[in-house]
């Protein structure tokens, strides 16, 4: 059981940064893997990133990969999406969520997690 609270979001121009946090409390924060997803307006909800609970394996779907950059610091129960090089097409409703199944398993899917934040808006004007 772990209950997850997003910040950060917020608008920006297109090729501007934005750091979002995600701030867990409860049990096995430190045994879990993480993951971000984001819903745009009119879409179903995409993963956008994960990354396990040394910080190590990290796995980024292919529309963010060399923007976008998962850390975590366990001694503060905290997970991080850096994004960098915004685009407008990045606008979206941003959920972090904690892995309901190994790092070894994972398909990188919207199932594989159990625990989800109630998200955080970013917007990137054009």
């Known amino acids: 059981q772990v209950q997850l609270v997003e910040s950060g979001g917020g608008l920006v121009q297109a090729g501007g940064s934005l750091r979002l946090s995600c701030a867990a409390s409860?049990?096995?924060?430190?045994?879990?893997?993480m993951g971000w997803f984001r819903q745009a307006p009119g879409k179903e909800r995409e993963f956008v990133g994960a990354i396990s609970w040394s910080g190590t394996n990290t796995y980024y779907a292919d529309s963010v990969k060399g923007r976008f950059t998962i850390s975590r610091d366990n001694a503060k129960n905290t997970v991080y999406l850096q994004m960098n090089s915004l685009k407008p097409e990045d606008t979206a409703v941003y959920y972090c969520a904690a892995a309901a199944r190994p790092w070894y398993s994972m398909r990188f899917a919207e199932a594989d997690f159990g625990s989800w934040g109630q998200g955080t808006q970013v917007t990137v004007s054009s």
């Open positions: 409860g049990r096995a924060f430190s045994s879990d893997a």
